[in-house]
């Protein structure tokens, strides 16, 4: 994995970030991968004019993996405010996952939420029904909070919810 180039996003990317959001999150292709959340929600993880707010936003960025032409990653990373960060959208080929990538990217979300917003700590929120990603998730040191945030049912943008227990729970972790 050596050369993988991690570099921020530009509005450019934004079809190829559209595209590797949907394999990873939606649909069937995303079955491929252990990260699909084809069976909570079908419809559109994001669209273009998302991806798009977010790169026009100061305290937002996405964070890309590359090997040559091909984008094989990427990540979300905002600022919260008061010493804390957060990252989300965490999106790996799934044809390539579990090879390492996804830590890679991870660990790059946390430098650039350091070096860009003086973060201290790291929050995530995760669908309580992705045990495994929990457990992967807790492997790199976070831990829930106990903190939940509702799912946004009646707003398509992010998702058709397949069914009505959707939440979030909130995980943390402190930054070295």
Do not use: K, N
Request: charged fraction near 25%; proline fraction near 6%; charge should be negative.
């Amino acid at each position: 994995m050596t050369d993988i180039l991690i570099r921020d996003a530009t509005t450019d990317d934004i079809p190829a970030l559209h595209r590797l959001i949907e394999s990873a999150y939606r649909g069937e292709a995303s079955r491929a991968g252990w990260t699909t959340e084809a069976d909570l929600l079908a419809g559109q993880r994001t669209d273009p004019d998302d991806l798009a707010s977010i790169l026009a936003d100061p305290a937002q960025a996405m964070l890309t993996a590359w090997r040559g032409e091909a984008l094989l990653g990427c990540i979300l990373i905002a600022d919260r405010g008061e010493g804390t960060g957060y990252f989300g959208m965490l999106s790996v080929s799934p044809t390539l996952q579990g090879g390492g990538l996804g830590r890679r990217m991870v660990e790059a979300a946390h430098a650039a939420l350091a070096e860009r917003f003086g973060a201290r700590r790291v929050r995530i929120s995760v669908f309580p029904q992705r045990e495994t990603l929990i457990a992967w998730y807790r492997r790199l040191g976070y831990e829930p909070t106990g903190e939940t945030l509702p799912f946004p049912y009646g707003d398509p943008r992010f998702g058709l919810p397949l069914r009505d227990d959707l939440h979030f729970i909130v995980l943390e972790r402190a930054l070295a």
